[in-house]
């Protein structure tokens, strides 16, 4: 397959999206951006972009047609619901666009006898704290109505590789954060209520470990395993900078200059303690606190960016699966 190509990116709209979008046109491609703009997704993300948008949902007869119409060579599908916190107040979102929207997708990779990268996550893999550190086919072991959702995408996708002979493959990145991450996620909620003067919320004692990996990193990588990954592979993409939540409040609160105020809350129901994942090849990362230093500047520039998000009650709300009307 030739560098450049025809790729459709579904979820463009998002965070991780706009990145892949960005990415593409560096490496001078103009894609397919089909996204339902939920409150997720914003045509703000694209800004300065160079693409072609279709307005649509993953589990309707337009992705079909706007499928067809671009025909592209490659789709990478990143349109999820996406914040565990949401899965545990309200599965069913989780499981029509994670699970049966990426049927959608695959049926129409399938007709239309497209390559597809699908976007999972290191979340399918379960705690670390319970079942170690897992390798590319490690067992999926999800947790939470979300991780549980992308495991049984991600079944499906390998079902249709088997049976259908699908060139089709999946990349879990692991906890990314950077620009554009929208503010009911736990980095850009620190930032923004600590230059609001707010406490920020930190489930139980906050020694949850996770991996990080700054966007532009994920973006990078997912563009490669588009266009050359092997089918039938689920590729482990961990960021390699390990950190627990109140290490993370740390790095924000040194790269803001500020304190940040933490306020321990009961903690989520289900909560991993860990992720770990080997990766299924190397490549180099950026340093978390340079990832870091960047995301703060960031937000601090783009006020106007995060300040129309303020009303989100995942935002806003301590406990918010459980307080949420
Ligand atoms: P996001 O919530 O920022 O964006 C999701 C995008 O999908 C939004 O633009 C939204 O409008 C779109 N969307 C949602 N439902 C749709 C539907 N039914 N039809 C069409 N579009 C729809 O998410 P993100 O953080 O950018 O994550 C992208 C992908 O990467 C997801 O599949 C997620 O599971 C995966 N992932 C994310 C992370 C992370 O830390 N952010 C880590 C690992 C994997």
Redesign the pocket.
């Known amino acids: 397959m030739t560098e450049t190509v025809r790729v459709a990116v ?8 706009s990145a892949v979008v960005r990415e593409l046109n560096r490496r001078g491609m103009r894609p397919l951006v ?5 409150y ?3 045509p703000e ?1 694209l800004q300065g972009t160079d693409h072609e948008f279709v307005r ?4 309707g007869p337009e992705l079909h047609e706007a499928l067809s119409r671009f025909r592209p060579e490659v789709i990478i ?7 565990v916190d949401r899965s545990i107040y309200s599965p069913q979102d989780f499981v ?3 699970v049966i ?1 990426a049927v959608n997708v695959l049926e129409a990779a399938r007709r239309l006898g497209v390559r597809l990268l699908h ?5 399918v893999f379960g705690d670390a704290s319970v079942y170690g550190c897992a390798d590319e086919s490690s067992p999926l072991r999800p947790s939470s109505p ?1 991780s549980a959702s ?1 495991a049984s995408a991600e079944h499906f996708v390998l079902a249709y590789v088997r049976t259908y002979g699908l060139e089709a493959l999946v990349a ?6 950077g620009p554009r ?2 503010p009911e ?1 736990l980095i850009p909620k620190a930032i923004i209520r600590t230059l609001l003067g707010l406490e920020v919320p930190v489930y139980g004692s906050g020694l949850q470990r996770r991996d990080w990996m700054y966007v532009e990193d994920t973006a990078r990588l997912l563009v490669d395993l588009a266009l050359k990954g092997e089918a039938g592979r689920g590729y482990n993409l961990p960021g390699g900078h390990v950190a627990t939540n109140l290490e993370i409040l740390g790095l924000i609160g040194r790269a803001l200059g500020r304190e940040v105020k933490i306020k321990h809350v009961e903690d989520r129901p289900g909560h991993d303690v860990e992720y770990c994942m080997r990766p299924s090849f190397s490549y180099w990362t950026t340093p978390l606190e340079d990832g870091i230093g960047r995301t703060v500047r960031w937000y601090i520039e783009n006020q106007e960016w995060w300040r129309p998000l303020l009303g989100n009650k995942f935002f806003v709300n301590e406990v918010p699966w459980r307080s949420v009307g």
Request: proline residues 2%.
């Open positions: 579904l979820g463009g709209a998002g965070f991780i999206g089909f996204d339902l703009l939920t997720a997704g914003r993300n649509g949902d993953i589990r599908n990143l349109a999820a619901e996406t914040h029509t666009t994670n929207g976007v999972s996550t290191d979340e979300y992308k879990r990145p692991s906890n990314n954060y991450q929208h996620k």
